[in-house]
């Protein structure tokens, strides 16, 4: 260990969009936040780029614009292909803000870095934690090139890895996520996703589905993700991924012509909010690292936004450890736990052949209007779960607009 000693209010473990959300908050709110995390901007990110209303909606509330992103590009019809072959269009909106979006991970990030530099956090790239100690007056973070910082507070917005829950012993041995997703960027796209979002639920990926996501300039963010509960082994499903380009739905839908760019990735994606510790002694847990996924779907950049912002919030508020890591749980069980049960059970429903032919029709022979509002429930407009939890309901429901309306 270094025997340099920095003193900071509030450290933030990570420059994603958990911990850049936690740190403008912070900001915002008066705190003196210092953000670390152990890339150097622009760094990939394992992602589908997709980008739903609730993180369109916190990342306008951050203060990024979608021109500071140069491959932003906005969704208005998702295409959703059931097992059986029903396809069935669902449109978003228009006119009244971006309900969905997709923008490279690469250049988001960056940008939601640029954002916090700018509101004038100190950032520090490429400075990994190499280790955490807490007592009860503060957090001891070992920083590569940093030496030691002390912080009151510690927010850890480290990825599904997260290094600092394992510092602290708090890591699960042989946990992999609930989910293990590829992602493929094409170039060529000259088909109907050139400008649609695509969702395939294909019998041989259930329970999990595949994805084609535009990005501008004929190019695509493609993947699939499946769920490990499934028991399938990842062996078997990089043979699947081996053919996947070819299989003439896909081809349709990207066109003739379409050619991978660079190499595949996979990586885990963690669900498990319900059950993630959130909180421990001055540190709290966002994002990724405290599993808040949503575990329908796989996204989770919404999620990590708005739990980054929660945490936030919590620690501004201020109080004892004990009473900020209270608010922090209370909030994250009433914002995000009742969604999570509500896609642990759609899930389920999706996760079988005939459950996903089944849903799918329904939403198909709901007329223009139930396509539209499945559509805006589908990317968040509305949590998961709104229609069972009373106390969320409001009078703008299904009304609302998206996102950069001016
Ligand atoms: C294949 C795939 C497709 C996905 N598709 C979508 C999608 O379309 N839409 C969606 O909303 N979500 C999607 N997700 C989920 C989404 O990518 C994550 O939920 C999101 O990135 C979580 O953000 P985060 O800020 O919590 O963590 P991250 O974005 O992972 O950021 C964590 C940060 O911590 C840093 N860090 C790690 N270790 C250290 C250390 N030792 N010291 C310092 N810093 C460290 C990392 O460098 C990183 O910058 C997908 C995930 C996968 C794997």
Known sequence: MSARTTDVDVLVVGAGPAGVAAAVALHRAGRMPVVIDKAVFPRDKCCGDGLTTLALRELEALGLQPSAVESFRRVDDVVVRAPGGRTVVLPLPRGRGVFAGVTRRAELDAALVDVAAGAGIPVH???????????????????????????????????????????????????????????QYVSGVTGPAADRLFVWFDADLLPGYAWSFPLPDGRANVGFGILRASGRRIQDVKQTWATFLDRPHVTAALGPGTEPEGRHLAWPIPARIDRAVLAHGRTLFVGDAAGATDVMTGEGIGQALLSGRLAATAIATGGTAGSIAAGYTRSVRAELVADHRMSVLLGKVLARRRGADGAIAIVDHSGAWGRRNFARWMFEDEPRAIAVTPRRWHRGFLRRPGAYTG
């Open 125 to 183: 790239q490429g400075c990994a934690v190499k280790d955490v100690t807490q007592d009860a007056g503060g957090v001891t973070v070992d920083a590569e090139g940093l030496g030691q910082l002390r912080a009151a507070h510690v927010v850890a917005a480290d990825g599904m890895w997260s290094p600092v829950r394992r510092a602290l012993d708090l890591g699960e041995d042989g946990y992999l996520g609930e989910w293990h997703a590829f992602r």
